[in-house]
Structure formats: structure tokens, C-alpha cells
């Protein structure tokens, strides 16, 4: 099943935050803080590209709404293995970027044959332009999935997705609830939480669960139990680091 992989983006606010909050029985005015009301109606995009078979990811790509970063940037930026960054003007991919991650990230890996699904987007289905960057010895395939069923036979929106988001909002709340002097915004911290929370699901521990998404979809007959990242990862945690020399408050456990 090596050869089969599926590939969707998701959307990110910069500062995500709970939709409800606490207040008295009764008040007629409920009140929120956050750092920047700004990052919280922008957002960015994160798309990621996952298989059934013994290799369970690719890199995780996030798109900003930069334009395009300026030579600074580029130098100075967080970069980690597991990443591959890019900019666009709206937040979103773009053709040219994804027939770029085309070529730079997913070709690459590929070994003979190659069956890609993934959603009407147009930019998805314009197959034209990635043929021309497609390695000759490739066999690739792209099937579409119809626009009004995504939901239930995509593997990364029936169970991946959630269970990513769900896992990177518990740890962006930590950050609020502790009072941690961190621009949670901020583009390098961002990429931080990406890289280690994608370091985490990558985890033998919990692969099961993108090979249980496949199967929800359809895709493949066998079942599997799988646990949830971030019940394993948060539920629990109370005290400070296990580390002796150490006293910060607990953020996670390492999967």
C-alpha cells in the first residue's frame, strides 16, 4: 500500500482559540482576552500528505500569506526536516506551489508506481501541468474524490485533520492558560508547534490511527484500534518536568 496516498490543506487561524468561554449565570456581557484579535481571522494553510502503506507521512507543508518571504526571512527563519514552507498572497497554494511540492517533496519519494487521491480542488485537478514535472519512469494516477462526499471517503478530513488540530489547540491553550511569555503568532513559534506536534503523530504509537482513517474511508478492509494523540499526550499531566534539574510545568508526553 506504498503506493497509495492521499493529500488535503486545512486552515489554521494564527491565534486559535476556543469558540466558548466562562462567565456568571446571567451576564448579559461575556468578555474574552486575546493577544491579537487580528490573528484570529487570519489564518494560513497547512496541507499534509499521508499513506496506508509502512510510510505513513511526508512532509508537512504550511503556506503563509506573506507573498513571498524576503531574503531575511529566509535566512533567519525556523526550519526543520519535517518542513516545507512556503508563502503565497492569499495563505493558500497556489498551482505553482503545489506543482513545486510536486517536484521537491512528493515525486522524490515515490519508487515506481503512484496512486494519488485527492479532492476537486482545482489546482488539485489540473494534472496537466504536474505531468510535465513527473519523473518518466513514474506511473502516477490521480483519482478525484466528487466534491459532495469528501467528507466521508477522504482519510485526512473523515479522521486525520481533526485529531492534528484537536492536538495542536491543546497545545496553543497551554501556552494562554500558563501565561508563557510566547507570541503564540508569531511565524517562528508557529513553526515550532508544527514541527514537534507532526514529530508526535509520526510516532509508531500512533500510526494506527492514519491506517483506521483509511479504513473509515473505504479504502482498505482491516480495521485497526488506534489512540488518540492528544489524550495520550495531555490527559493527566499535572506536576512539573520529570527532568530532576528541572521545574517548568509539564506540556506534554512524548508519544
Same mark, same amino acid.
Given at each position: 500500500?506504498?503506493?497509495?496516498?492521499?493529500?488535503?490543506?486545512?486552515? *489554521?487561524?494564527?491565534?486559535?482559540?476556543?469558540?466558548?468561554?466562562?462567565?456568571?449565570?446571567?451576564?448579559?456581557?461575556?468578555?474574552?482576552?486575546?493577544?491579537?484579535?487580528?490573528?484570529?481571522?487570519?489564518?494560513?494553510?497547512?496541507?499534509?500528505?499521508?499513506?496506508?502503506?509502512?510510510?505513513?507521512?511526508?512532509?508537512?507543508?504550511?503556506?503563509?500569506?506573506?507573498?513571498? *518571504?524576503?531574503?531575511?526571512?529566509?535566512?533567519?527563519? *525556523?526550519?526543520?526536516?519535517?518542513?516545507?514552507?512556503?508563502?503565497?498572497?492569499?495563505?493558500?497554494?497556489?498551482?505553482?506551489?503545489?506543482?513545486?511540492?510536486?517536484?521537491?517533496? *512528493?515525486?522524490?519519494?515515490?519508487?515506481?508506481?503512484?496512486?494519488?487521491?485527492?479532492?476537486?480542488?482545482?489546482?488539485?485537478?489540473?494534472?496537466?501541468?504536474?505531468?510535465?514535472?513527473?519523473?518518466?519512469?513514474?506511473?502516477?494516477?490521480?483519482?478525484?474524490?466528487?466534491?459532495?462526499?469528501?467528507?466521508?471517503?477522504?482519510?485526512?478530513?473523515?479522521?486525520?485533520?481533526?485529531?492534528?488540530?484537536?492536538?495542536?489547540?491543546?497545545?496553543?491553550?497551554?501556552?494562554?492558560?500558563?501565561?508563557?511569555?510566547?507570541?503564540?503568532?508569531?511565524?517562528?513559534?508557529?513553526?515550532?508547534?508544527?514541527?514537534?506536534?507532526?514529530?508526535?503523530?509520526?510516532?509508531?504509537?500512533?500510526?494506527?490511527?492514519?491506517?483506521?482513517?483509511?479504513?473509515?474511508?473505504?479504502?482498505?478492509?482491516?480495521?485497526?484500534?488506534?489512540?488518540?494523540?492528544?489524550?495520550?499526550?495531555?490527559?493527566?499531566?499535572?506536576?512539573?518536568?520529570?527532568?530532576?534539574?528541572?521545574?517548568?510545568?509539564?506540556?506534554?508526553?512524548?508519544?
Amino acid at each position: 500500500l506504498d503506493f497509495l496516498w492521499n493529500v488535503d490543506q486545512s486552515g *489554521f487561524e494564527y491565534e486559535m482559540r476556543p469558540g466558548r468561554t466562562l462567565d456568571l449565570v446571567g451576564a448579559k456581557h461575556v468578555l474574552a482576552l486575546t493577544r491579537s484579535e487580528n490573528f484570529m481571522t487570519h489564518s494560513y494553510t497547512v496541507m499534509m500528505c499521508v499513506s496506508p502503506g509502512a510510510r505513513k507521512y511526508l512532509l508537512i507543508t504550511l503556506q503563509e500569506d506573506k507573498g513571498v *518571504f524576503g531574503p531575511t526571512v529566509k535566512r533567519t527563519m *525556523f526550519r526543520a526536516r519535517n518542513l516545507h514552507i512556503t508563502a503565497s498572497t492569499s495563505g493558500k497554494r497556489t498551482k505553482e506551489l503545489f506543482v513545486e511540492w510536486c517536484e521537491k517533496v *512528493f515525486f522524490p519519494q515515490m519508487d515506481g508506481h503512484c496512486l494519488f487521491l485527492a479532492d476537486s480542488w482545482p489546482t488539485f485537478a489540473d494534472q496537466e501541468v504536474v505531468e510535465e514535472v513527473k519523473p518518466e519512469e513514474l506511473e502516477y494516477e490521480m483519482i478525484t474524490i466528487p466534491p459532495k462526499v469528501i467528507g466521508q471517503i477522504q482519510p485526512l478530513d473523515v479522521l486525520c485533520f481533526r485529531m492534528y488540530k484537536g492536538y495542536f489547540q491543546k497545545a496553543s491553550n497551554w501556552i494562554f492558560l500558563n501565561d508563557q511569555p510566547v507570541q503564540v503568532h508569531h511565524r517562528d513559534v508557529i513553526l515550532k508547534l508544527h514541527s514537534l506536534i507532526y514529530q508526535q503523530f509520526t510516532s509508531r504509537r500512533f500510526e494506527n490511527l492514519i491506517a483506521q482513517a483509511w479504513q473509515l474511508s473505504g479504502c482498505i478492509e482491516r480495521s485497526y484500534k488506534y489512540v488518540n494523540p492528544a489524550e495520550f499526550c495531555f490527559d493527566g499531566l499535572v506536576g512539573p518536568c520529570d527532568r530532576v534539574d528541572c521545574n517548568r510545568s509539564l506540556l506534554l508526553k512524548c508519544g
